[in-house]
Antibody
Framework: QVQLVESGGGVVQPGRSLRLSCAAS????????MHWVRQAPGKGLEWVAV????????YFADSVRGRFTISRDSSTNTVFLQMNSLRAEDTAIYYC??????????WGQGTLVTVSS | QSVLTQPPSVSAAPGQKVTISCSGS????????VSWYQQFPATAPKLLIY???KRPSGIPDRFSGSKSGTSATLGITGLQTGDEADYYC???????????FGGGTELTVL
């Protein structure tokens, strides 16, 4: 069955960087696009970024463009979210999610990122 | 402010039917498929409806989806207390080149 396990969250000071990882299993990783979606405490879902199945195409939300990058490694079935210049408003649970023909069909359990001094 | 607009909350009695609306524009709902997600407290969202009206394996037919123009609707019949959760609509926005979600709707089964 599809499993997505995020890691790398924690407490970080404003302006610093953090790298999230998502280990995927249970499907042919190299065939599917992958997303990151976040949820601030007590708030709704916010889409963050997507990377195509081969890593050639990437899109970002306006709120993170220029600060966050997304990448993937098909040798380890892992997708990454590099977060730079972090702000308090980036505090959220970050979910890794699998794409199937434009649909986010499976979600990981999330990793909490807290940006605070 | 979310790109897609949902009512903050809806409620109905057990056994009744409820609908949750999701309003967008031609750049998102109007020209792309809509998905719906169910989220219980402190858990990850789960896909409930995709491609406007299709149910993944394991989702009961009490859940249905529809789309008309730039709006979509999630319907839940035979409400159960276990259906109490937050529900989100989502789609792609072709103008923004970004995924978009509604602000979420909290369902209360009275």
């Amino acid at each position: 069955q599809v499993q997505l396990v995020e890691s790398g969250g924690g407490v970080v000071q404003p302006g610093r960087s953090l790298r999230l990882s998502c280990a995927a299993s249970g499907f042919t990783f190299s065939r599917y696009a992958m997303h990151w979606v976040r949820q601030a405490p007590g708030k709704g879902l916010e889409w963050v970024a997507v990377i195509s199945f081969d890593g050639s195409t990437k899109y970002f939300a306006d709120s993170v463009r220029g600060r966050f990058t997304i990448s993937r490694d098909s040798s380890t079935n892992t997708v990454f979210l590099q977060m730079n210049s972090l702000r308090a408003e980036d505090t959220a649970i970050y979910y890794c999610a699998k794409d199937k023909l434009g649909v986010v069909d499976y979600w990981g359990q999330g990793t909490l990122v807290t940006v605070s001094s | 402010q979310s790109v897609l607009t949902q009512p903050p909350s809806v409620s109905a009695a057990p056994g009744q039917k409820v609908t949750i609306s999701c309003s967008g524009s031609s750049s998102n709902i109007g020209n792309n498929y809509v998905s719906w997600y169910q989220q219980f407290p402190a858990t990850a969202p789960k896909l409930l409806i995709y491609d406007n009206n299709k149910r993944p394996s394991g989702i009961p037919d009490r859940f249905s989806g529809s789309k008309s123009g730039t709006s979509a609707t999630l319907g839940i019949t035979g409400l159960q207390t276990g259906d109490e959760a937050d529900y989100y609509c989502g789609t792609w926005d072709s103008s923004l080149s970004a995924g978009v979600f509604g602000g979420g709707t909290e369902l209360t089964v009275l």
